[in-house]
Each structure stands twice: as C-alpha cells, then as structure tokens.
C-alpha cells in the first residue's frame, strides 16, 4: 500500500512570496490533515477535511492561508502572501473513514522563507 | 494549544538500557497515541490506547494511561541506537472531530 505522498520536499523562498504544496493520501482515506510543525515543537493542525469538505480549519491563518480538497482525493496548502515565521515544516497525514484514530503522515516538506 | 506536554524534552541513554517518556494532557479524551519522528521525516504511529485502557503493550513498547491524573507513559525496554528519534504524544480530545493534539515532544537519543 503506497503512503502519503507530498511535494515538493524542500522549498526556499523569500518572504511575500507565495507557495503551494501538495498531498496525496493513501487511496480510500477519507479524511486528510495538514500540520504545521516549527522547529523544536509538535505539529500543529492547521485543516481537517472529510471528503472534499472542511471539519477544522479554526488555526490556519485564513488571511494568507488557503486549502483546498478538489474531488475529495488530493490537496493544495497555499500561503500567500508568506512571512518569515511561516517557516516550518508541512505536514499532511490522512486516515480512514470512520475517525482518526490512526493518522498516516508524509514525509513532510520543509519551507524556508527568507 | 497543546494539550498534551511530554516530560522530559531530551533524554540521553545507553543502548540496552530502557527509556521512559511522560505525557500529560489537560481535557477528557477519547484516546491517546504516541508517535515516532525520526530526524527530517514524517511521523510513524506507534501505537494508541482508549480512555478505557490502562495498559497496552506492543513490541518493546508498553504505554499506561492514567486518566484520574490525566497523564501517560511510554516505556521502550532494550532500547537499541535506532529508537533514536522524537517521540509525541497526541490525544483525540472527547467532542474533538478526531482532531489529534499533539504535544512538544520528547527528544530521544541512544547512545551505542
């Protein structure tokens, strides 16, 4: 069974910029997450989707911060405009319909602002 | 928010020896997991116990749950220099929308 997928694993970029990252979970899972994880801390829930359908998005920074789950497959993470302290580590982790009770996480990508 | 804070943030120990990481967590939960991050990677589930468990074991790792002191514990016995990583624990907070809530990790390294 494949895991998580995310891309792209590494991105720099200077701050105002805007970026995108992508997700896909592994086939069947209905619910997909994203974390936002700084450095020396745990990860953070920025949205929950069921299906294509939000049930959390009460952390992410909705004035630069947009997701989207088109056809309740694959997602994008988008910042726009970024800002430094936006560096971090992205996250996305889904699970099987029927609740969370164990999330399978990506590799992650790691963003730098600069 | 976190609701979960492991204790302690870093532990240092020989291989062979055991290792033992606290969590504590502020609400009434459904359940609480451990996870595992290796340095630059995403996180591995290791393993959950319900709010109705007191003791699970896996392996080489035995979790307890106490929820009168809303508090957990993870024991990895025989610790070997690949159990070198971070460890979290995460609880899905009762009325939650199986929202995980992670704490602030315990950083682990095991010395050959």
């Known amino acids: 069974e494949a895991g998580v997928a995310q891309s792209p694993r590494y991105k720099i970029i200077e701050k105002r910029q805007s970026v995108a990252f992508w997700c896909n979970p592994i086939s069947g899972h209905a619910t997909l997450y994203w974390y936002q994880q700084i450095l020396g801390q745990g990860p953070k829930l920025l949205i929950q989707?069921?299906?294509?359908?939000?049930?959390?998005d009460s952390q992410l920074p909705k004035d630069r911060f947009s997701a989207e789950r088109l056809k309740g497959v694959d997602s994008t993470l988008k910042i726009q405009p970024a800002k430094l302290e936006d560096s971090a580590v992205y996250l996305c982790a889904s699970s099987s319909i029927g609740g969370a009770e164990t999330q399978y996480f990506g590799p992650g990508t790691r963003l730098l602002v600069l | 928010s976190q609701q979960g804070e492991e204790d302690p943030q870093a532990l240092s120990i020989q291989e062979g020896e055991n290792a033992t990481m606290n969590c504590s967590y502020k609400t009434s939960i459904n359940n609480l997991q451990w996870y595992r991050q290796n340095s630059g990677r995403g996180l591995v589930h290791l393993i959950l116990i319900r709010s109705n468990e007191r003791e699970k074991h896996s392996g080489r790792l035995r979790v307890t749950l106490d929820t009168s002191k809303k508090s957990s514990s993870l024991l990895i016995t025989a610790s070997r220099a690949a159990d070198t990583a971070s460890y979290f624990c995460?609880?899905?907070?009762?009325?939650?929308?199986?929202?995980?809530?992670f704490g602030s990790g315990t950083r682990l390294l095991v010395r050959p």
């Open positions: 989707f069921q299906n294509n359908g939000v049930v959390d």
């Open positions: 995460a609880t899905d907070a009762k009325g939650s929308s199986y929202k995980l809530i």
